[in-house]
Nanobody, 124 residues
Framework: QVQLVESGGGLVQAGGSLRLSCAAS????????MGWFRQAPGREREFVAA????????YSAESVKGRFTISRDNAKNTVYLQMNSLKPEDTAVYYC?????????????????WGQGTQVTVSS
């Protein structure tokens, strides 16, 4: 069974940092590109960042470029999202997702498995 478990969310002041982690089942992680998405109250879920299976290719949304960094540790079956210079508009539930392909994508429908989400709240 595929499992994606996020952790690392919390409350932080504007300008602060958080690192999200997503642990995946080994069978899923070994062949999957991974992504992070977020959903703020009253808004649709949106793409944040993605990384290829090998980790050689990454892509981030314009709204987080230069502030957020996605990475993965294939030995630990874990993907990370380092978030720096956080803004109140970054407040959302953050979701980890995996797709059954090594190539990264930026649309929700391209992802096959989802975690339960972790809340990130940035206070002004």
């Amino acid at each position: 069974q595929v499992q994606l478990v996020e952790s690392g969310g919390g409350l932080v002041q504007a300008g602060g940092s958080l690192r999200l982690s997503c642990a995946a089942s080994p069978r899923t992680f070994s062949s999957a590109a991974m992504g992070w998405f977020r959903q703020a109250p009253g808004r649709e879920r949106e793409f944040v960042a993605a990384i290829s299976r090998s980790g050689d290719t990454t892509y981030s949304a314009e709204s987080v470029k230069g502030r957020f960094t996605i990475s993965r540790d294939n030995a630990k079956n874990t993907v990370y999202l380092q978030m720096n210079s956080l803004k109140p508009e970054d407040t959302a539930v953050y979701y980890c997702a995996a797709r059954s392909s090594p190539r990264l994508r930026t649309t929700l429908s391209d992802y096959d498995y989802w975690g339960q989400g972790t809340q990130v709240t940035v206070s002004s």
